[in-house]
């Protein structure tokens, strides 16, 4: 299915729909982004600004539909009965990067927004090894903050301190972090204080990482995404040219 910005396509990955971005100048490296979104289900395919962005550096891009699965390791009925959205990511997901464009880790950038920041932080801390570039926008870093408001959540997790096990600030291991990671958030966000002890533990750990907690722009909201966009996107490119010298 087409979309409104030339270049992107929804279709079916793994049993699952995904909106797909193909530049008309692709990087000469093969360079991928992988961008999961928030509790709202929007993605980068209808969005003008990062789509600017992804041309201009030649960013091929997939956004998988994860509906309100929190992007874990956990099974989340909503999104599927058996298989985890991690499962999924890198078992179906990223095998059909590698058969469409040649792209295989490191070279898939992690990009994710608000539910998708936590979740792409996640992906990163599990497997910094396969994914060591990844930026994050207003991450839900508390997110068992919203166990028991009737969301999926209660059904990933028994309870709200599992949840809390789960977050990403526990998954985080002093020895063993991607190498590269951008965090932003607008100190307006009610997630900001969250990511802020996120970006403290970091500092703490002795773990480098550039970040953005400054700038006010509209709060949680499309509005400082976009605004972001383009030191994002450009991040991601140039942390995965550095990453490709390494080999």
């Known amino acids: 299915m087409p979309a409104a910005n030339p270049g992107w396509n929804q279709i079916e990955i793994g049993g699952k729909l995904a909106d797909v971005f193909e530049p008309r100048t692709p990087s000469p490296h093969n360079f991928a982004v992988l961008f999961l979104h928030g509790h709202g289900k929007i993605t980068l395919r209808d969005n003008p600004v990062f789509t600017a962005e992804l041309e201009r550096h030649g960013l091929r891009c997939v956004c998988p539909h994860g509906k309100r699965s929190w992007w874990g390791d956990r099974v989340c009925r909503e999104f599927d009965a058996e298989i985890t959205p991690i499962r999924y990511l890198r078992e179906r997901l990223v095998p059909w990067v590698a058969d469409r464009w040649g792209t295989q880790p ?142």
């Open 106 to 247: 490191p070279g898939i950038g992690l990009l994710g927004v608000s539910m998708g920041g936590q979740g792409v932080l996640k992906l990163a801390y599990g497997y910094p090894k396969e994914f060591p570039v990844v930026a994050s926008l207003a991450p839900t870093v508390d997110f068992h903050l919203w166990y028991g408001l009737g969301l999926p959540l209660d059904e990933i997790y028994p309870d709200q301190e599992a949840a809390r096990q789960d977050t990403i600030t526990l998954w985080l291991h002093p020895l063993n972090w991607p190498r590269h990671q951008f965090l932003a958030c607008d100190p307006d966000d009610d997630w900001f204080d969250s990511a802020d002890r996120l970006a403290s533990k970091l500092s703490s750990s002795g773990i480098p990482y550039e970040y953005e907690l400054s700038i006010r722009r509209g709060g949680h909201s499309w509005d400082y995404f976009n605004h972001l966009a383009p030191r994002v996107v450009r991040f991601l490119a140039e942390r995965l040219a550095q990453e490709s010298r390494r080999f």
